[in-house]
């Protein structure tokens, strides 16, 4: 995939700032926790890094459940699988 470093960066902040909002929420995190740990989960990466874009093959949300309710919650919690509309407003 190839695009700008201002797109990329783009990316990079949309998605901590999601995955923040759902630690927030759902992780019960305070918010300068939840925006570290969106750091740790989107950490930049050069723009030689051959995987560079590899962690936004599934949105926040996802890694965020992941994170929150473990791998298994798209079994356990059928109900988190779709993020609700307030998530899908931060876009």
Known sequence: MT???AEYLD???GERRAYAWVMERYGGMPPQEAAE????????EPADDPYRW???H??????????V???DYVVEQPELV???A?????D
């Open 3 to 5: 695009s700008s470093e």
């Open 58 to 67: 599934e949105e926040a949300w996802h890694w965020a459940m992941q994170a």
């Open 54 to 56: 590899l962690v936004f």
């Open 82 to 84: 779709h993020p609700p």
């Open 11 to 13: 990316c990079l902040r």
């Open 69 to 71: 309710h473990g791998h």
């Open 86 to 90: 307030d998530y899908r407003a931060l």
């Open 37 to 44: 740990a969106a750091v740790r989960c989107y950490p930049y």
